[in-house]
């Protein structure tokens, strides 16, 4: 394959460098490893051995070979597995698998199939709802679909009529994974192999969203058709201290409210709550619906249109607007002028949610949120909330 043909990891359009995924490393490791066996050795100069796959999309990709290993031979002396190793590389991505090393132990089969499977490392599947059946290892579609073609391409090019068994690990995966959502979905004992395009593009908000989007199917998938959405570990501390609600049996959706109501009503939801600290869902009151504070931060100005609309005097209102955090504007407040502020902003909030989720995809789902204080503890509920409360708690 001609050198210039082949793709290189570039910077993208904001400077930061792009990576490969842990379903390339697999890929690559699974190429290379299915090549020394086919040609019966590993290759001699192993100081700069590479292998090229093909990306899903076509694009043929060069990747350093880490390591290789011929881990078996039969009894005639004949080569029979090869453990082969590429290591990740996440480019500028913030991800817990940056620089993990994925291996990939190919060996001869008789019988013309490819099976693959995780080992050391790579997570299992519990819950259904997940791209994977209950049981199988944590590999995801795209990148099985990856593997097997590279290995259908090589054993036709050399004239093989058997087949491959494939086994991927990732040293040290089973910690690793307590970082990631994994044992939240029900994936437990490792990671994940993952990527749809093969290539890791930094700051990618999509990747968050996909996991939003796998946490409510498989809630749903539980027989759950009411949520509840928590934006963080607070709102998850706050449902286990006063429901009992486990972080389990719950969605996290950092601050993408929007994009998770979508999601659920695209999925079938009958019911989504979110429990949020009133900082946090306080900009909902305004239509925002990234909470993140590059999307907007006007929550003493939220707070105080509230206090206007619920009868407060202009000096009171505006007084709030000096306010450092909610929390400081909550406690400038007498508890009559918490209780009328709060409702008037539960009042903005439920209109802001019953927009969102009639103009989502899907039939009409009913919305709702749970505001809470880390001072003054649960503040109020929109309408609908306290029956959603009920009914997300039944299978």
């Known amino acids: ?14 400077g930061l460098r792009r990576g490969w995924t842990t379903g390339t490393c697999a890929q690559a490791a699974a190429a290379a490893a299915a090549e020394a066996l086919l040609a019966g050795g590993l290759p001699r100069d192993r100081e700069s051995w590479t292998v090229t796959v093909r990306l899903p999309e076509g694009q043929p990709f060069a990747l350093p070979v880490w390591s290789g290993t011929e881990a078996e031979r039969d009894d ?45 490392g790579i997570g299992r599947v519990t819950k259904a709802g997940l791209a994977q059946p209950v049981g199988s290892a944590a ?20 004239g093989w009529e058997g087949g491959f068994r494939v086994l991927v690990e990732i040293p040290g995966g089973e910690e690793l994974a307590k970082r990631t959502f994994n044992p939240r979905i029900g994936i437990v004992g490792g990671l994940s192999i993952l990527g749809t395009s093969g290539i890791v593009e930094p700051m990618s908000e999509k990747a968050l969203i996909d996991t939003i989007e796998v946490e409510i199917k498989v809630k749903l998938a539980e027989g759950r058709r009411c949520l509840i959405a928590a934006p963080g570990n607070y709102g998850l501390d706050f449902l286990r201290e006063k429901w009992g609600i486990l972080p389990r049996d719950t969605v996290k959706c950092s601050n993408y409210i929007g994009e998770t109501i979508d999601l659920a009503a695209e999925q ?10 009133i900082g946090k869902l306080v900009k909902i009151a305004g239509g925002i619906m990234n909470t993140h504070s590059r999307q907007g931060d006007c929550r003493m100005e939220l707070l105080a249109a509230a206090a206007l609309r619920a009868g407060l005097p202009g000096k009171r209102a505006a007084a709030l607007l000096d306010c450092n955090t909610t929390e400081d504007a909550l406690q400038s407040l007498s508890a009559e002028e918490r209780g009328k502020v709060t409702a008037s902003l539960l009042e903005k909030i439920h209109a802001y949610l019953k927009i969102r989720a009639g103009s989502s995809a899907g039939p009409r789902m009913r919305t709702g949120a749970i505001l809470f204080s880390n001072v003054y503890g649960l503040l109020g509920m929109t309408r609908y909330g306290e029956e959603l409360l009920e009914e997300s708690r039944k299978k």
């Open 76 to 120: 005639k002396g004949r080569l029979t597995s090869v453990t082969c190793a590429v290591k990740k590389n996440s480019g500028d991505d913030p991800d817990v698998t940056d620089g993990v090393t994925v291996y990939a132990t190919v060996s001869l089969l008789p019988e013309d199939r490819i099976e693959i499977d995780g080992g050391a």
């Open 139 to 158: 590999i995801n579609p795209v990148p099985r679909e990856m593997i097997r073609r590279e290995l259908v391409r090589l054993k036709e090019a050399a």
């Open 268 to 277: 079938g939801a009958e019911g989504l709550l979110f429990v949020g600290h």
């Open 1 to 14: 394959m001609e050198k210039d043909r082949v793709i290189r990891m570039e910077k993208n359009k904001k």
